[in-house]
């Protein structure tokens, strides 16, 4: 099955943000832009990735940095969550 993609241009424009912002996040590796038919695109699925960053960066004043260390500590943590899980279910079997 293939991703649906929102052309960069227009999702800025609705969501009133700058295309650079969406330059951004990709130089810093947080999201990625596919080029379709001449547009820059992004995944449907990293839209409530590219929201979430964008609400940090212009409603919390948090710079790309700042966004990347929480995404990286946002990701770790739930690594963990799913290894206490994993932790848990294999002390449920062995009792």
């Not at 590796?29 to 960066?57: H, K, W």
């Amino acid at each position: 099955m293939q991703n649906e993609l929102i052309i960069i241009s227009e999702y800025c424009s609705k969501c009133h943000i700058e295309p650079s912002f969406i330059d951004m996040l990709q130089e810093t590796g947080l999201i990625d832009v596919q080029i379709e038919e001449g547009e820059r695109c992004l995944l449907f699925d990293d839209l409530p990735d590219v929201e979430r960053y964008s609400r940090m960066y212009y409603d919390l004043s948090i710079n790309m940095e700042g966004i990347d260390a929480i995404h990286h500590l946002l990701k770790r943590m739930e690594e963990m969550q799913k290894e206490i899980h994993w932790l848990r279910s294999k002390l449920r079997i062995k009792e």
